[in-house]
């Protein structure tokens, strides 16, 4: 089993639409969670963290977290072409130096 | 500021040859990593930095050798490229795990093909 999980896509949403983008991972110790965007050809770049569960909102972002469930996920609201992207979740410990990713969620925004 | 630069972009290998991806940041980051990224893999962490004078092996460090020079520079040395080592490289860097939100910041990436 993966430690973090994601659904490789393709996800296809229309313009307007909600966006949402699951991850789980299988480190109870885990404590923060990130979501990074990556354009094909560039380097990644972090949108969101969290730590506490429940919602945290950024602008048309929305990270949610279960830790019960070992879940964390990204709504993108009002999705825009400019959307369209790989996203990476990834995931800490406590304590520890290095970030966990998963494989990628490829979204696509179709206007 | 640059954020964290690597050079050089492109780089294309033959079996065998060595070759060293050279990697900054001026952000007066503590811990820096290399990753590489490969199709369906996702990053994959080859060895990371807490801090200048420490290096430690992350999760693929087969092939590949690591120095903190100071604590802006990281560079990552292949001794005998290998076809297998086909991929994206990042350099990244970040404060450190004393800072919660522990954002990593990447570098443009090195795209290296051992042929």
């Known amino acids: 089993q993966k430690e973090v999980e994601q659904n490789s896509g393709p996800l296809s949403v229309p313009e307007g639409a909600i966006a949402s983008l699951n991850c789980t991972y299988s480190?109870?110790?885990?404590?923060?969670f990130f979501w990074y965007r990556q354009y094909s050809g560039k380097s990644p770049e972090l949108i969101m963290f969290i730590y506490s569960n429940g919602d945290k909102e950024d602008g048309r972002f929305t990270a949610q977290l279960n830790k019960a469930s070992q879940y964390v996920s990204l709504l993108i609201r009002d999705s825009q072409p400019s959307d369209s992207a790989t996203y990476l979740c990834?995931?800490?410990?406590?304590?520890?130096?290095?970030?966990?990713f998963g494989t990628g969620t490829r979204l696509t925004i179709i206007p | 500021n640059a954020g964290v630069t690597q050079t050089p972009k492109f780089q294309v290998l033959k079996t065998g040859q060595s070759m060293t991806l050279q990697c900054a940041q001026d952000?007066?980051?503590?811990?820096m990593y290399w990753y590489r990224q490969d199709p369906g893999m996702g990053l994959r962490l080859i060895y990371y930095s807490a801090s200048e004078g420490t290096t430690d092996k992350g999760e693929v460090p087969n092939g590949y050798n690591v120095s903190r020079l100071n604590k802006r520079e990281f560079s990552l040395r292949l001794e005998s490229a290998a076809p297998s080592q086909t991929s994206v490289y990042f350099c990244?860097?970040?404060?450190?795990?004393?800072?919660?939100?522990?954002?990593?910041?990447f570098g443009p990436g090195t795209r290296l093909t051992v042929t």
């Open positions: 990244a860097s970040s404060e450190g795990v004393k800072v919660r939100s522990y954002e990593q910041y």
């Open positions: 952000m007066n980051h503590n811990s």
């Open positions: 480190d109870r110790g885990s404590q923060s």
């Open positions: 990834a995931v800490r410990s406590f304590g520890n130096e290095k970030l966990t």
